[in-house]
């Protein structure tokens, strides 16, 4: 995380010294330190560009307002950090109780029971069919990470890519992307209702 590389446009590092850095370079230069360093601090930035604590302050004032960075004490980190994910790291799966995974979690909103979080789409599928008063229901694209309307997202059952739950259930936001991954890993390409009523049919066949 601790390089030294110089963060200045090149011809930004040569006039450096005789002309001070205007906001828009400035701002420029200190997102990009925060995204190398993990953190920059407020009064390190005050040294380096030569300004008033007051600058640096508006500066990560504008650089938080786009979105870029997040003040903190002292200083500012990246935005991403202050995302925080959709599911707590703690969190456990509605349906089975394991621990929820970021990287494939299911939220879904229920007027009566509020948010809920599922380890996988194949709990969150499995939830979705037990509730009749689902306001909203989010699953994370695997290819991308978004979050996507897990109605209208397509899903692969099955394939050769382990998950939480057996058998595996991976969301894709569009049916092309749940096509490309089932030529390389496998298992069924589904719509959300046809996984809805595979994933009941093996369950009721297990019971
Ligand atoms: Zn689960
Ligand atoms: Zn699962």
Avoid at 10 to 20: F, G, K, R, V, W
Avoid at 38 to 65: C, W
Avoid at 185 to 206: C, D, E, I, N, S
């Amino acid at each position: 995380m601790h390089h030294k590389q110089t963060l200045m446009p090149a011809n930004s590092q040569q006039s450096e010294s005789n002309h001070p850095f205007s906001a828009e370079e400035r701002q420029h230069a200190i997102g990009q330190l925060v995204q190398d360093e993990g953190r920059v601090v407020t009064q390190k930035l005050v040294t380096r560009f030569g300004v008033s604590r007051m600058t640096i302050h508006r500066d990560l004032d504008a650089l938080a307002a786009a979105g870029l960075v997040r003040k903190v004490r002292g200083g500012a980190v990246p935005a991403t950090d202050a995302i925080q994910p959709a599911a707590p790291r703690t969190a456990t799966c509605a349906m089975c109780n394991l621990p929820v995974s970021d990287r494939s979690v299911m939220m879904i909103h229920s007027r009566s029971r509020g948010k809920l979080c599922a380890c996988c789409p194949h709990c969150g599928l499995m939830m979705l069919g037990n509730l009749d008063d689902v306001e909203a229901a989010l699953a994370r694209d695997f290819l991308f990470g978004r979050m996507v309307n897990a109605f209208d997202a397509s899903y692969v059952i099955d394939a050769d890519v382990r998950l939480c739950c057996v058998p595996s259930t991976i969301c894709f936001a569009t049916a092309a992307d749940a096509e490309r991954f089932q030529r390389g890993f496998g298992g069924r390409v589904t719509t959300y209702a046809t996984a809805q009523a595979l994933l009941h049919a093996g369950h009721r066949k297990q019971l």
